[in-house]
């Protein structure tokens, strides 16, 4: 079963709703929401939304980002994180989507899921519209501090997912570095370069600079939490700025402007293979249970896509491959 916090996000329940609906006419997959009954029904009603293979489990609560994460995973028990976090811990084959904010998601994954016994740390992955394909960037913010046993954890889990789910046969795993050559970085990067060298079930590509991320071959960046939120973030705040910059471009003067129409159609087609949308939600690994994180701002249509992956986390039964990792 896909479960969908249908209260966590910017534009919620809204974008929730008109996502489902989305994701059942595409994918044919029954979608149960989960939140408070009436208002969900409410965006059914306003918007004449068929219900058809959505069904609601009520959840009076909301968690909202000025709650403290851990604290209002403890007290708020019919929140709709929470109550869908308890759904899939009864059906560890199920999936969750939820667009709240980290911080509550992490604590949900942690305090009411818990972890894959043998996982030393769940991480959350980024999935970047890189130029020439998708690329995995694990871990983007559960983990500011790590030791190369973590980041080695990381590795593998995310080529499990990009196998599976992104459908990249042995995908290819290199290190976020100051450098590519491998005697670069610091103590932990040293000792994470040649723990990876030496792991027979990572296809192990090497250390990757920064420049090099959004144009590369690999398929999976792995770091510690910190780092890759800077990464993550360094990345999301230049697309802001190229799409403003090209905005005050081709509004300069006339013919700037005749530029944009006669260029409108092959631009739009070349952003949206860097759009966010395009992918919906990052996976948090290394919990014992499904989950994929939208991203808080998600509209409906990333809002579907994020259930596109969830559909084939459940369907390739990535759960149970992540822990037949650690039960050898």
Known sequence: ??????????????????????AVKEFNREITLVGHEEKIKEVFDKNSLSMDKISIIH????????????????????????????????DRNSVLVTAGSTGAVLSAGVLVTGRIKGVKRPALGAVLPARKKPILLMDCGANADCTSEYIKQFASMSSIYMKYVMGVENPKVALANI???????????????????????????????????????????????F??????????????????????????????????????????????KLSSKRYGGAPLLGVNGG???????????????????????????VLEKIKNIYAK
């Open 291 to 317: 989950i994929i994180k939208a991203h808080g701002n998600s509209d409906e249509t990333a809002f579907k896509n994020a259930i596109g992956q969830a559909i084939k986390f459940e369907e390739n039964e």
């Open 1 to 22: 079963m896909i479960y969908v916090d249908a209260f966590g996000g910017d534009y919620a329940p809204d974008a929730m709703v008109k996502g489902a609906v989305l």
């Open 227 to 272: 780092t890759g939120n800077i990464i993550l973030k360094t990345i999301e705040g230049m697309g802001n700025l190229m799409k403003d910059i090209l905005k005050d471009v081709f509004y300069t003067n006339t013919k700037t402007k005749l530029s944009y129409v006669l260029t409108k159609s092959v631009l739009n087609k070349e952003m949206a």
């Open 179 to 225: 450098g590519s050559e491998e005697e670069k970085g610091n103590k932990l990067y040293k000792e994470t370069h040649q723990v990876l060298k030496e792991t027979e079930d990572i296809n192990f590509a090497g250390n990757m600079e920064g420049t090099d991320i959004m144009n590369s071959d690999n398929d999976v960046i792995v770091c510690d939490g």
């Open 59 to 90: 959840a009076p609560e909301e968690i909202t980002c000025h709650d403290e994460s851990a604290l209002a995973i403890r007290r708020k028990k019919q929140s709709s994180l929470v109550v869908a976090a308890n759904l899939i811990k009864e």
